[in-house]
């Protein structure tokens, strides 16, 4: 019995239910009876054993009419609420995307900037560094000088030593 009420369960836990509401072309017309007075939007709540299709709030003609209208135009507002949000956020993408530019102009000016004064400061570097290679003298003639001199003054001192030595 047990397996039988579990299966049961089971089974029911798996099952979808699915309703389908009225479609609204399928609703009856709004009309009064005749003989009756028209009581406007007015809403009746209903009371248990009063005579009425059901327990629940009697709607007159016109509140129907006015529930219906409201509940077909709720697809409309719900567009117009959904255009309204896609424009400010095309907006705001707008305006960031002008931002960014401006500050990646901003940026690349700035950049060639500071590589134009790098260009400058490699130039200034350039010219000092030829102006020195030109001012330095030979480095062959001052070996030479070097070797003559050091020969010259090797000589001295050896006339130097052999004078004092006689």
């Not at 239910?17 to 009581?39: H, K, M, S």
Request: charged residues 25%; aromatic residues 4%; glycine residues 4%.
């Amino acid at each position: 019995m047990k397996k039988i009420i579990s299966a049961v369960l089971l089974f029911s836990f798996f099952s979808s239910n699915v309703t389908y509401a009225q479609d609204t072309t399928d609703l009856p017309r709004i009309e009064t009876q005749q003989g009756e007075v028209d009581p406007g939007e007015a809403i009746s709540p209903m009371k248990s054993q009063q005579k009425a299709p059901f327990t629940g709030v009697l709607l007159s003609p016109k509140a129907v009419a006015t529930i219906t209208a409201k509940l077909s135009s709720i697809a409309e507002k719900i567009r117009l609420v959904q255009a309204e949000a896609t424009e400010q956020a095309q907006e705001v993408c707008r305006n960031e995307k002008v931002t960014t530019e401006i500050r990646v102009k901003a940026d690349k000016e700035i950049l060639e900037a500071k590589i134009r004064d790098n260009e400058r400061t490699i130039e200034l570097y350039q010219k000092s560094l030829n102006e020195a290679k030109q001012s330095q003298h030979d480095p062959a003639v001052l070996i030479g000088l070097s070797a003559g001199g050091a020969a010259v003054l090797t000589a001295l001192s050896i006339l130097a030593v052999a004078q004092s030595i006689k």
